[in-house]
């Protein structure tokens, strides 16, 4: 749910995607990477734009987030993203490496842009080789596909076993001027913070500088893509990449402009909104699982407990059975390695409360389980310790899930 200066400030686009804001264009093609799926994406803004990104944690980190770290070092401006699917371009080594810069030679020349102001993102199957030729021959096809309404194929052209793309554009308004922030992410199993086998796209035509929006982008994320999980795996390719173009000419954003907060509400919704659909899709997932705590001590605290409960294969596989067993719940906030009082703690599942100043609760196990058999469920912890709270999401975990990791790669 929206708070109130969400309520008030954001409109939300239909069909908005990465595209939406002005001067920014995106198209998806197949290229012959996958069978039939659209495998080749890219976004393109019509003037440099203003960049930062943050990577994956995972002390393997794939060629082609080392490209884009090398571009963004050598300026922090940005004119194009290519991203390909069905395969990851991680551990393939030195060639690995190559592949990714001719990915990024490619599209420059082909924009006729400098190549570093092209970023290269791949995802899909660890260990071999990109068809590099087919990605060429499909980059030289890009320019065909781009449009400021074909968001969606890029979308589309990012996934690998998510179920459905994800895209969102809302529109804020900053000096009375109209700006738009949009975005895409993919992301289905080896999730889990700081960062996963996910990657995700902002874009807006907002006037702000690399540095502000760098620190803007690292707040943000702490507090979405960081709080997701799906099955504690972090990938080697994960990324969140972010551009400002500043068509909208409005007077460069910062923590001082009267319009900051609402353009940091409007950033912060469009990536938690994205973050929640990654964790709803995650692979063989039935339910989207919200998990607040409050009371905490400290933000950490409140964080890493909200992210222990919602990543507990306990937790999870009694969410996917419907069964009310709020023990493991508590399991999961004793293996958080802070300090709580157990005297002090109440657990809602749904609407009900289980579990009052460490006490069990008279309640219906028949509307716990009712509770648990929604689409969306959602769990609340008070420590009563402290003023400090935090959300996680995630899913159940489902035999499905078991079986498409059992045959990933045939």
């Given at each position: 749910?929206?708070?109130?200066?969400?309520?008030?400030?954001?409109?939300?686009?239909?069909?908005?995607?990465?595209?939406?804001?002005?001067?920014?264009?995106?198209?998806?093609?197949?290229?012959?990477?996958?069978?039939?799926?659209?495998?080749?994406?890219?976004?393109?803004?019509?003037?440099?734009?203003?960049?930062?990104?943050?990577?994956?944690?995972?002390?393997?980190?794939?060629?082609?987030?080392?490209?884009?770290?090398?571009?963004?070092?050598?300026?922090?401006?940005?004119?194009?993203?290519?991203?390909?699917?069905?395969?990851?371009?991680?551990?393939?080594?030195?060639?690995?490496?190559?592949?990714?810069?001719?990915?990024?030679?490619?599209?420059?020349?082909?924009?006729?842009?400098?190549?570093?102001?092209?970023?290269?993102?791949?995802?899909?199957?660890?260990?071999?080789?990109?068809?590099?030729?087919?990605?060429?021959?499909?980059?030289?096809?890009?320019?065909?596909?781009?449009?400021?309404?074909?968001?969606?194929?890029?979308?589309?052209?990012?996934?690998?076993?998510?179920?459905?793309?994800?895209?969102?554009?809302?529109?804020?308004?900053?000096?009375?001027?109209?700006?738009?922030?949009?975005?895409?992410?993919?992301?289905?199993?080896?999730?889990?913070?700081?960062?996963?086998?996910?990657?995700?796209?902002?874009?807006?035509?907002?006037?702000?500088?690399?540095?502000?929006?760098?620190?803007?982008?690292?707040?943000?994320?702490?507090?979405?893509?960081?709080?997701?999980?799906?099955?504690?795996?972090?990938?080697?390719?994960?990324?969140?990449?972010?551009?400002?173009?500043?068509?909208?000419?409005?007077?460069?954003?910062?923590?001082?402009?009267?319009?900051?907060?609402?353009?940091?509400?409007?950033?912060?919704?469009?990536?938690?909104?994205?973050?929640?659909?990654?964790?709803?899709?995650?692979?063989?997932?039935?339910?989207?699982?919200?998990?607040?705590?409050?009371?905490?001590?400290?933000?950490?605290?409140?964080?890493?407990?909200?992210?222990?409960?919602?990543?507990?294969?306990?937790?999870?596989?009694?969410?996917?059975?419907?069964?009310?067993?709020?023990?493991?719940?508590?399991?999961?906030?004793?293996?958080?390695?802070?300090q709580v009082d157990p005297q002090l703690i109440d657990i809602t599942i749904g609407p009900i409360t289980v579990l009052?100043?460490?006490?069990?609760?008279?309640?219906?196990?028949?509307?716990?389980?009712?509770?648990?058999?929604?689409?969306?469920?959602?769990?609340?912890?008070?420590?009563?310790?402290?003023?400090?709270?935090?959300?996680?999401?995630?899913?159940?975990?489902?035999?499905?899930?078991?079986?498409?990791?059992?045959?990933?790669?045939?």
């Amino acid at each position: 749910m929206m708070n109130q200066i969400e309520q008030e400030k954001i409109k939300i686009i239909p069909n908005g995607s990465i595209s939406s804001p002005k001067g920014f264009k995106a198209g998806g093609i197949h290229c012959g990477i996958r069978k039939k799926k659209k495998d080749l994406g890219i976004i393109i803004s019509d003037v440099p734009a203003a960049s930062a990104a943050v990577y994956t944690m995972n002390i393997f980190q794939a060629a082609p987030l080392q490209v884009t770290k090398e571009s963004l070092a050598d300026s922090p401006y940005l004119q194009a993203v290519v991203v390909n699917s069905g395969n990851a371009n991680a551990f393939t080594a030195e060639q690995g490496l190559w592949d990714a810069y001719e990915m990024r030679d490619a599209v420059a020349k082909t924009f006729n842009l400098s190549p570093m102001n092209v970023a290269v993102s791949s995802t899909g199957v660890i260990g071999e080789r990109l068809p590099i030729e087919r990605i060429t021959a499909g980059i030289a096809k890009l320019p065909e596909s781009l449009s400021s309404d074909n968001g969606w194929d890029f979308g589309e052209a990012i996934l690998t076993t998510d179920t459905f793309v994800k895209s969102i554009a809302i529109e804020i308004s900053v000096e009375g001027k109209k700006v738009i922030i949009g975005g895409t992410a993919k992301g289905s199993g080896m999730i889990h913070p700081n960062m996963a086998t996910m990657l995700a796209f902002i874009t807006t035509d907002a006037n702000i500088h690399p540095d502000v929006l760098q620190k803007l982008l690292r707040d943000v994320t702490d507090q979405s893509f960081n709080m997701i999980t799906v099955d504690g795996d972090t990938s080697t390719n994960d990324m969140v990449l972010t551009m400002a173009n500043g068509l909208a000419e409005n007077t460069p954003l910062d923590e001082y402009h009267p319009d900051w907060e609402v353009f940091y509400q409007g950033f912060t919704y469009v990536a938690k909104q994205l973050a929640k659909w990654i964790a709803k899709d995650g692979e063989g997932a039935t339910k989207l699982v919200s998990v607040e705590v409050h009371g905490a001590t400290s933000p950490m605290m409140a964080k890493a407990i909200a992210k222990k409960i919602v990543g507990s294969n306990l937790v999870k596989t009694a969410i996917y059975g419907a069964d009310g067993n709020w023990g493991r719940i508590i399991m999961a906030i004793g293996n958080s390695g802070y300090q709580v009082d157990p005297q002090l703690i109440d657990i809602t599942i749904g609407p009900i409360t289980v579990l009052k100043h460490g006490l069990k609760t008279f309640y219906s196990e028949e509307k716990v389980s009712e509770a648990l058999s929604q689409d969306e469920v959602k769990i609340h912890v008070d420590l009563h310790l402290g003023n400090c709270s935090a959300e996680a999401w995630g899913c159940d975990l489902t035999y499905e899930y078991v079986r498409i990791n059992a045959s990933y790669r045939t």
